[in-house]
Nanobody, 125 residues
Framework: QVQLVESGGGLVQAGGSLRLSCAVS????????MGWFRQAPGKEREFVAS????????VYADSVKGRFTTSRDNAKNTVYLQMNSLKPEDTAVYYC??????????????????WGQGTQVTVSS
């Protein structure tokens, strides 16, 4: 059974940084694309970042480009999202997602079959 567990969320002031981790168990992620999404209250879940199975390709939403960086350590079966220069509008529950089907670091929610439970990120002004 595949499980994804996010950690590293919390409360931070605007301009601060957080690093989220997503630990995967039950299957090796070396052949999976991984994605990060977020959902703010009253809004739809939106794409944040994704990384290909080799880590060579990353994709970012325009809203986080230049501030967020995703990386992966396949030996640890873990993916990371480094978030710098955080803004109040980054406040949301952040989810990681995995898929072992079609490669491509997709930014589309429906392309990911496995999801974590989410971790809350709150940025105060």
């Amino acid at each position: 059974q595949v499980q994804l567990v996010e950690s590293g969320g919390g409360l931070v002031q605007a301009g601060g940084s957080l690093r989220l981790s997503c630990a995967v168990s039950g299957r090796n992620i070396s052949m999976s694309d991984m994605g990060w999404f977020r959902q703010a209250p009253g809004k739809e879940r939106e794409f944040v970042a994704s990384i290909s199975r080799t880590g060579r390709r990353t994709v970012y939403a325009d809203s986080v480009k230049g501030r967020f960086t995703t990386s992966r350590d396949n030996a640890k079966n873990t993916v990371y999202l480094q978030m710098n220069s955080l803004k109040p509008e980054d406040t949301a529950v952040y989810y990681c997602a995995a898929d072992w089907r079609v490669p491509g670091a997709s930014p589309t929610t429906s392309d990911y079959a496995y999801w974590g439970q989410g971790t809350q990120v709150t940025v105060s002004s």
